[in-house]
């Protein structure tokens, strides 16, 4: 048996004043700007004799807020610096063809013929 916490709520906001490295094989030099990430949570995954087995953080929580795309932790720093990390999670979302072709669609969960009995098929 586990039991998990969310702990903070965090909204990262920096500026790039000097060379950023880390463990980049490249340096980015200042830019001088602000970067705003969006809201993000944390949460910690506890084992039954009560140890810390997880600790997750940059849930991004309203990726509209902020200036990094909607991206959260080292991926929205990387964005907002101009160098995306070479991954599909470097880089802002979108949603998929698939999913644009069901939010089109909302139009057949509505009452198409009004008095056919459709209307109450989702009370409760």
């Known amino acids: 048996m586990s039991l998990s916490v969310s702990v903070s709520v965090a909204r990262p906001r920096c500026s790039h004043l000097g060379t950023f490295r880390g463990k980049l094989p490249f340096?980015?030099?200042?830019?001088?700007?602000?970067?705003?990430?969006?809201?993000?949570t944390a949460s910690l995954t506890f084992n039954a004799a009560g140890q810390v087995e997880g600790y997750t953080m940059g849930y991004v929580m309203d990726r509209m807020v902020g200036n990094t795309n909607g991206l959260g932790g080292v991926f929205g720093l990387m964005w907002a610096l101009g160098a995306p990390l070479p991954a599909p999670e470097g880089h802002?979302?979108?949603?998929?063809?698939?999913?644009?072709?069901?939010?089109?669609?909302?139009?057949?969960?509505?009452d198409p013929l009004p008095g056919l009995g459709t209307q109450n098929a989702f009370t409760t």
């Open 27 to 40: 340096g980015i030099k200042p830019t001088g700007k602000v970067i705003e990430e969006p809201p993000q």
């Open 92 to 110: 802002p979302w979108s949603p998929s063809l698939q999913l644009r072709l069901v939010n089109s669609g909302v139009w057949l969960l509505q």
